[in-house]
Structures are given as C-alpha cells and as structure tokens.
C-alpha cells in the first residue's frame, strides 16, 4: 500500500460524458501527479500540481483538467469524453524536496461505451 | 526530445534464473532514471532510482540497476528470479526545466516459469 488512495476504482460511462477522478496523495506529500495508461500510448505523463499550484503539464488533452484543493487532495476532470479515453489513470504523490520519488496510487479504470 | 526506450516486450525465465531487462533513453543533459514495477491490477511501485554517483544502484527485491553513460543505458538485473516477480517492468526518466516530468518506457512483461 503506497498511502495514495484513488477513486473510484472502475468507472463506466458513455461517449460524451464528463467524469471526475478523485487522487489523495501521500500524508505529507505536497506533490500530485495524473498519468494516462492506455494499450495504445502506453504509460503519459498529464499534468502535476504542486501546492494547489499546476506545476507542469505533459500530454494533456484541451477537454481534460485538474486541480488541487487546499487540503490537498486532487480531482482529474474528463470531459466530452472519448471510446479512446477508456485507460486506466493513476495519480501519484512525491516526497516533498524530491520530484522524481513518486508513489503510485492504485488507479481508476474508466471504460467509455 | 527526451525518450525511453525497453526492446523486449515480453520476457520469460525460469524461476531461479538471473534476469536482466534493457532500457535506453535519449535525453541531452544528465537524466534521472527509474525502474518500477506494475504487478497485476496494481499501481506503480519505485524499485530503484539513480540520480548520480555510483552507476550500480541496489533496490527493493534484490534488484538492482546500472547506468552506462556511453550506452545510454540503465539495465535492470536480478541474479535469481522468483515466481512473485512475474509483473510488467517500466523504466522512466525525470527531466528537470519544464517542469518535472516522466517519461516512460512501454514497460517489458516478464513471466517467471517454474
């Protein structure tokens, strides 16, 4: 168990539909990280918040956002959603001082119909 | 552009065997490299990171990892496999500049035959 707790584990909708994936990072951890992990693209870096700030932003699509709340827990919004967003997304936190020691929650695996 | 690249897709060895998976990267500057592992219906977990210093790094479950500057490489090895490291191996690397980012390998799935 790394700490980082996700959820919902699974989520099935249809094409068009917005959903929010939820991510509670580490206790201690400032850092939180979205990654997209598909058949077809493989593991993707999204986009990472620091502190309630966005810190940095990989391959994100236009229709998808993040935030991060005061209490530091994050929400991954989906929108307008795709059969090819179907992936599983995990959320990671940091060590605080130290990017690159992340630790990977357990995922949500969404399935667009 | 900074990348990651794990030739095999698949591995098996048998249980007891030394294993070694392959990562190259490509990155201009000093990379910071990384080997997790993804077992069934599991997040990622860190086995071992290098940042600098000695090039042989050890990790959690006997493995360990050594980077070659001159190859661009960062292997993963094992000396004895056990049945419980069947999972799928990314390597990544961190970037500093833009933000801190990963980028991973397509990962290698290693299956472990008894």
């Known amino acids: 168990d790394s700490g980082v707790t996700q959820t919902p584990k699974h989520l099935i909708t249809a094409t068009g539909q917005r959903v929010t994936l939820r991510c509670s990072p580490r206790s201690g951890d400032l850092s939180v990280y979205w990654y997209q992990q598909s058949l077809d693209q493989g593991l993707q870096f999204l986009i990472q918040?620091?502190?309630?700030?966005?810190?940095a932003k990989g391959n994100i699509l236009e229709r998808f956002s993040a935030q991060q709340f005061p209490d530091l827990h994050s929400e991954l919004n989906l929108s307008s959603l795709e059969l090819g967003d179907s992936a599983l997304y995990f959320c990671a936190s940091s060590v605080v001082g130290n990017p690159y020691e992340q630790y990977f929650g357990p995922g949500t695996r969404l399935t667009v119909t | 552009a900074q990348s990651v690249t794990q030739p095999d897709i698949h591995i098996t060895v048998s249980e007891g065997a030394s294993l070694e998976l392959r990562c190259n990267y490509s990155y201009g500057a000093t990379p910071y490299l990384f080997w997790y592992v993804q077992s069934p219906g599991q997040g990622l977990q860190l086995l071992l990171k290098y940042f600098s210093g000695d090039t042989l790094v050890q990790g959690i479950k006997g493995f360990e990892a050594e980077f070659k500057r001159s190859q661009s490489s960062f292997n993963l090895r094992k000396p004895s496999v056990h049945w419980s490291d069947a999972a799928e191996y990314f390597c990544a690397v961190g970037t500093l500049g833009a933000g801190n980012q990963f980028y991973f390998g397509t990962g290698t799935s290693l299956t472990v035959i008894p």
């Open positions: 918040y620091y502190n309630g700030e966005e810190r």
